[in-house]
C-alpha cells in the first residue's frame, strides 16, 4: 500500500489514476487466474526447483509446479500477500521506481489487458471505416504519449497537439476551410495549454471568415484559388467561337444560355477546368483535345 | 523565277528497290518489289498519304524545298540535305492527323488552331514542314515564320514604330522573312490586291487595287518600313481569305514566344514586352480566330525559348496563362518518339545513304544499343549516327 499511497503523491493526472487502476487490476487478476502450467514448465520448474529450494530461505522456497507468474505476480513485481520475497521496489525512492511496464514479459502483458477490458468499452460498431469517421468526427486531436526506460515520465515533446481538420467539414464553410487543415501547436508547456489554444483558435478562425473586408471585392483573377471557368476568357472564346459557327451556318436566336447548357460546352469546361487546377497530364490534355475536337466539330475520319 | 508552286510537281522516284508496302497497290509509276524490310519508296502523291505509309520515307526535289521551304527546316536537316543530296522526309502519325483534319475542315467556320507540341528532339518542327509542304502542293498561301523565337531575342536594330509610337520596329527580321515569303507565293504576290491606300512616306505610297507584290518590295526596298509592310500583307491576306478564292495556312514554330518575355531592352534600359513589338502584334492578331478560310498550325518550342526551364514541354507550361487564353480552344498534337516501325526505317535509311559507316552498325547488336541509346528520339539517333 506504500507503493500507491507513493503513486498517489505525483498528484491527479491520468497517468497515476492509470497506475492506480492497473494495481488494482493486477492484483485482482492475480487473485483470479488460474495457474497455467504446461507439462515443459513444470518439469523445468521440477529440476529447478528442489535444488534451489534447498538453499533459499523458508520464505523463498518454491513449490515445483508452482507457476512463476503465480509466485511473483503479473507485474514482476511481487504481491504483499502471494510470497515473502521482499517487493521489488520497497526501499527504493521514488524516483527509482520505474513507472511503465516495458519489462514485463508478453504473456504478462496479456494479462494486464484482459484486466483492463473491464474498464474499456467497445468502438462503436457504426464507425468502421476512414470516410465515416471523418464525416462524424471532422476535427481530430492527436496527442503522443512517450515511455522511455527511465524512471521519469516527463517528455517535452508530450505537449504538442496536433489539430486535424478534414476537408468534410470545410465543405459547409468559407472557403478558407475547404481544404484540409492540419496545425500543430506547442508553444505552452503543457498539453492541455495546448490543446485549449487550439480549439480556441479554431473557433476564432471560423468566426472571422464569416467576416467580409471591403478590399475582397478588389480580388482579381490572379488571386482566385482555383479556376472557375465562368467569366473566364476561355468561356468566352468558346462562346464567340460557337456563335460565329451558327452565323455561318445561318442559324440564328441561338443564345448564350442554350449553348452553355449544351453538351459540347460543358465537356469543354469541364476538361478545361481539369487541366488548369489539376495541372497538366497525359490524360488531361487528350480530354482537352476530344472536348475542342468536339466543339468545333473537327471530323477525324479520312 | 517562273515555277509555280500551284502546278502539281512530279516526285522524283527512288531507284530502291528494297520496298514493302502492306495491302497497297502501288502508285502511278512505283517500282515497289515487296522484299526484304520496308525501307522506303517515294510516293506519288502526299494526298494519298494514309497510316499505310507510317514509316516510310518521302523525298521532294530540291528546287521545290528551296522554293517551299528556304527557310524552315531545322539546321541539322538542312546540313543532311546538303550531304545527302536529297530530301527525305519520314510520313509519321501526327502529320497524317493533322492531314485529315485539314482535308475534312469546313472552311467557312473559324480557323482552327493545331498546336504540335512534345518532348525535344521529337520531330515538331519536322512535322510542321511536312504540313507547310502538303499545303504548298495543295495550293494554299502559306504564311511560314519559321522561328517566332527569333523575334523576341537578339535583335541589333529596333527602331521606333512610324505609325505607332508606343511600339518597336525590327527592320532586318521583317525584311528577312519578306524576302522568303516572297520567294514561296511568288504566284499569289500577283493575284492578291490591296484593298485600301498605304502611305509609306512622305513620297512613297502604294494605291488601292495594286497587286501585293508591289507592297512587299516597298517593305524590301526601304527596309526601315519592312515591320509595317508585314502588318499590312498579314492584315490583307487575312481579310480576303475570309472570301474562299484561296486558303491560307498560319505555320509557326516557336509559338510560345509571341507570349513569353523578350531580352530586348529599349534605350532607357527597360525591358520591353512582346506586345511592343510590331511584328509580334501584328502576328497575334493572325492567330485570333476571327477570319476563316485556313487553319493555324504552330509548335511549341522549348529551345530557344527564353525563361523557360529545359524539361517544360507541355502546352500550358511553355504558352503560360496568356498564350494558353489567347489559343484556346486550340486542338494540342501530341509527337512522341519514334515507334519501333519508324526506328527502323530510319536505321534502314540511314544504311542505304551510307551514313552508316562504322562495321558494327550493320550488326542486330548495333541496332539495338542505337536504338537503347538514342531511346528512339529522332533527334538523339541523328546526333549519334552522324560520327559512326
Request: proline share 6%; charged share 20%; aromatic share 10%.
Amino acid at each position: 500500500m506504500a507503493a500507491a499511497v507513493g503513486w498517489g503523491a505525483f498528484g491527479s493526472g491520468r497517468w497515476p489514476a492509470l497506475a492506480r487502476c492497473c494495481w488494482r487490476a493486477e492484483v485482482a487478476a492475480y487473485f483470479s487466474a488460474p495457474a497455467a502450467s504446461s507439462p515443459e514448465a513444470q518439469q523445468r520448474e521440477g529440476e529447478g526447483g528442489p535444488a534451489r529450494s534447498a538453499t533459499l530461505p523458508p520464505g523463498m522456497r518454491l513449490n515445483p509446479g508452482r507457476a512463476w507468474l503465480r509466485v511473483v505476480g503479473p507485474s514482476g513485481r511481487v504481491g504483499s500477500s502471494a510470497c515473502r520475497l521482499p517487493p521489488f521496489g520497497l526501499g527504493l525512492c521514488l524516483s527509482q521506481q520505474i513507472p511503465n511496464f516495458l519489462h514485463l514479459t508478453p504473456p504478462a502483458i496479456k494479462k494486464h489487458c484482459a484486466a483492463l477490458r473491464d474498464f474499456c468499452t467497445e468502438w462503436p460498431s457504426a464507425l468502421d471505416s476512414d470516410e465515416k469517421c471523418e464525416q462524424h468526427f471532422p476535427v481530430e486531436i492527436e496527442t503522443v504519449d512517450y515511455v522511455s526506460a527511465g524512471t521519469s515520465i516527463r517528455n517535452p515533446k508530450a505537449r504538442i497537439v496536433t489539430l486535424r481538420v478534414s476537408s468534410t467539414l470545410g465543405k459547409q464553410l468559407p472557403l478558407f476551410l475547404k481544404t484540409s487543415f492540419v496545425y500543430e501547436f506547442f508553444r505552452c508547456p503543457l498539453r492541455r495549454q495546448n490543446y485549449d489554444y487550439g480549439i480556441h483558435l479554431l473557433t476564432v478562425l471560423y468566426h472571422e471568415s464569416w467576416k467580409t473586408e471591403t478590399w475582397e471585392s478588389e480580388k482579381t483573377e490572379e488571386d482566385m484559388e482555383e479556376y472557375i471557368w465562368e467569366n473566364s476568357s476561355s468561356q468566352r472564346n468558346a462562346l464567340d467561337t460557337l456563335l460565329q459557327i451558327k452565323a455561318t451556318e445561318n442559324v440564328s436566336n441561338v443564345t448564350k444560355e442554350e449553348l452553355l447548357a449544351s453538351e459540347v460546352v460543358r465537356n469543354y469546361r469541364n476538361s478545361v477546368i481539369a487541366l488548369k487546377n489539376e495541372g497538366e497530364t497525359e490524360s488531361n490534355i487528350s480530354q482537352y483535345k476530344e472536348s475542342v475536337k468536339k466543339l468545333l466539330n473537327i471530323q477525324a475520319l479520312p | 523565277v517562273t515555277t509555280s508552286i500551284s502546278s502539281l510537281f512530279p516526285a522524283r522516284f527512288l531507284e530502291v528497290q528494297h520496298c514493302r508496302l502492306r495491302g497497297e497497290q502501288g502508285g502511278a509509276a512505283n517500282p515497289i518489289v515487296p522484299t526484304g524490310p520496308y525501307v522506303f519508296c517515294s510516293l506519288p502523291s502526299q494526298a494519298k498519304h494514309s497510316e499505310q505509309h507510317e514509316g516510310h520515307l518521302y523525298t521532294i526535289p530540291l528546287e521545290e524545298v528551296k522554293a517551299v521551304l528556304p527557310h524552315g527546316l531545322p539546321h541539322r536537316f538542312q546540313r543532311q540535305i546538303k550531304t545527302f543530296n536529297e530530301t527525305c522526309i519520314m510520313v509519321r502519325k501526327p502529320a497524317l492527323e493533322l492531314f485529315t483534319y485539314l482535308k475534312n475542315s469546313n472552311f467557312a467556320h473559324p480557323v482552327v488552331r493545331y498546336v504540335i507540341y512534345g518532348e525535344r528532339g521529337t520531330g515538331k518542327t519536322m512535322t510542321l514542314c511536312h504540313v507547310v509542304h502538303f499545303c504548298a502542293r495543295q495550293g494554299w498561301l502559306v504564311l511560314h515564320i519559321p522561328d517566332a523565337h527569333l523575334w523576341v531575342k537578339n535583335c541589333k536594330e529596333l527602331m521606333q514604330s512610324s505609325y505607332n509610337k508606343e511600339r518597336l520596329d525590327q527592320p532586318l527580321q521583317a525584311s528577312f522573312w519578306l524576302r522568303n515569303f516572297r520567294t514561296t507565293n511568288e504566284s499569289f504576290l500577283k493575284e492578291i490586291k490591296t484593298q485600301q491606300k498605304y502611305v509609306w512616306g512622305k513620297r512613297d505610297s502604294t494605291e488601292q487595287g495594286r497587286p501585293l507584290g508591289e507592297v512587299v518590295e516597298q517593305g524590301l526596298t526601304r527596309v526601315k518600313n519592312a515591320s509595317d509592310v508585314v502588318g499590312v500583307v498579314l492584315k490583307e491576306i487575312k481579310q480576303q481569305c475570309c472570301l474562299g478564292s484561296f486558303r491560307v495556312l498560319v505555320a509557326v514554330d516557336g509559338v510560345n514566344a509571341l507570349w513569353g518575355r523578350t531580352t530586348l531592352k529599349k534605350e532607357d534600359k527597360s525591358p520591353v514586352s512582346p506586345e511592343e513589338l510590331t511584328l509580334v502584334y501584328n502576328l497575334r492578331k493572325m492567330m485570333m480566330n476571327n477570319w476563316s478560310g485556313g487553319a493555324v498550325v504552330t509548335t511549341l518550342s522549348q529551345t530557344g525559348s527564353l525563361f523557360k526551364p529545359s524539361s517544360a514541354h507541355l502546352p500550358h507550361e511553355l504558352l503560360g496563362k496568356e498564350g494558353f487564353d489567347a489559343l484556346d480552344p486550340f486542338v494540342p498534337i501530341l509527337v512522341p518518339n519514334y515507334t519501333e516501325r519508324e526506328f527502323e526505317s530510319c536505321y534502314h535509311y540511314y544504311l542505304h545513304c551510307r551514313w552508316l559507316q562504322h562495321e558494327k552498325a550493320r550488326t542486330e547488336d548495333g541496332k539495338e544499343e542505337l536504338r537503347f541509346l538514342s531511346g528512339c528520339n529522332p533527334g538523339q539517333l541523328e546526333r549519334l549516327s552522324a560520327p559512326l
